[in-house]
């Protein structure tokens, strides 16, 4: 009888285990096209030429000990194409303990339209950002991180997109990553983006779902925020819990046809304190999202799929264990076939949209170079687990781990890294990186309020 009812349990959790994976192929499926399309698609300002259309815009940086990458944006904001009497421009820095402070006073000087605002002893970047929104004056205000990178029209981009959807609340940039000469562990979390973004993030908005914030890119209207109140400083992921508060308050959330870029980790350190923050954030914010289950703000699809999105470090767990616990149980003349059995079943839910990213834009590029990364995917799962656990068991011991920013690269790209073969996968735009040999790049003032359509860099 007890091995009938470990069958029949045994049998259910694999069958939801395969659901929940089947159902993440299904939305990636809907969604890589649809990214597919409006990445491509020109753009076009159409019919928003009228300066009035334009919104004002507050653009806040948050930083800490980004003196590697806080010089490569701040070029890039005072270069955007935007009316500079519609522009706002606040860094917010978090008690540096390198040349942070020094780069962004020296910029501050020298653009008297950027407030900077620091802080000797740092709190966090949820503190940094709600200090800064206290300074900020835009109907729209665009949340980055210190090592972003973007292209001159993303402000223009997101106000035709807000202009041509009135109904939005929120626009999520298309991340991606970049980095000169990636490691095995940045080469994994590069494909590992472009599944979630291209892919499951795209088949979010595609169908409706729950579309979470990602921590940059994020554009955010100010009565929206102003709604639901400050970041959480208690949490450890502020942008998925502002994601549930803002949903759970019936703001509507959608991608933005328009990437951004930013570094990946590249140590296992790095990955394993990142992974922490994320995962920890999504389980602290489960009860909240659980708290809405009969929100009528929210469509019943949405709700399911930010439960299911929020429970996934869970499932992570869960799939590990159930595996390592059926290939225990089984008698040691078939330990040898029950583990293989386990190991592949495990890639199939847990990796199989990591792995399947890798072989697809390998036969995409005619290039067999990347499939070297697929044992890789072993150490990317290990590591991701340990994360779960480490994390987990800090919350329920109340002793959450210590907010560590990702360690930065000062990135430059020699032309021989651009004619290298794949490397264009893994950088972005030649005209968003700095000059080779460390040169800086030139700093252009804000435009000056002239009619946009006027402009000779629209």
Known sequence: MASEALAVLSSALLLLLWAWTAYHLVVLALGWPHSKASLRRTFDLGSLRNPVDLPSVTVIVAAKDEENVIGVILGQIAALQYPGDRLQVIVAEDGSTDRTRVIC?????????????????????????????RHATGEVLLFLDADTRFEGDLLLRA?????????????????????????????????????WYRGILAGKDRLGLFTPLCGTGMFIK??????VGPWSVASLAEDIDMAVRLSAAGARIRML?????????YSVRDF???????????????????????????????????????????????????????????????????????????????????????????????????????????????????????????????????????????????????????????????????????????????????????????
């Open 159 to 195: 106000a035709k997109f807000f202009h041509d959807h009135p109904e939005v609340d929120v626009a999520q940039a298309v991340i991606e990553t970049y980095n000169g000469r990636p490691n095995l562990v940045a080469k994994l979390d590069k494909y590992e983006t472009v599944a």
């Open 272 to 458: 394993i304190d990142q992974r922490k923050r994320w995962w920890g954030g999504a389980l602290q914010a489960f009860p909240r999202a659980l708290g809405q289950w009969r929100n009528p703000r929210m469509g019943r699809r949405a709700r399911v799929d930010m439960l299911l999105q929020l429970v996934s470090p869970l499932v992570l767990v869960l799939g590990t264990a159930y595996f390592g616990v059926i290939a225990l149980l089984n008698p040691l003349p078939d330990a040898v076939s029950s583990l293989t059995s386990a190991t592949v079943m495990g890639i199939l839910t847990s990796q199989l949209l990591l792995l399947g990213v890798v072989v697809a834009h390998s036969i995409t590029r005619r290039s067999a170079r990347d499939l070297d990364l697929i044992p890789g995917i072993y150490l990317y799962w290990a590591m991701q687990l340990y994360a779960v656990l480490a994390v987990s068991l800090a919350i329920v011991l109340r002793k959450p781990p210590r907010w560590r920013v990702t360690a930065k690269r000062q990135v430059s790209v020699e032309p021989s890294d651009r004619t290298e073969a794949g490397a264009e996968a893994f950088l972005p735009p030649a005209s968003m990186m700095p000059l080779p040999n460390g040169a800086a790049p030139r700093i252009l003032p804000p435009l000056s309020g002239d009619h946009p359509a006027e402009d000779p860099r629209l």
């Open 222 to 227: 100010r009565r929206a925020l102003e709604a």
């Open 105 to 133: 006073e020296a910029f501050a000087h020298a653009h008297p339209g950027v407030r900077f605002l620091y802080e000797d002893v740092s709190e966090g970047k949820a503190a940094a950002l709600n200090r800064a929104i």
């Open 257 to 265: 046809p328009a990437r951004v870029w930013r570094q990946p980790p």
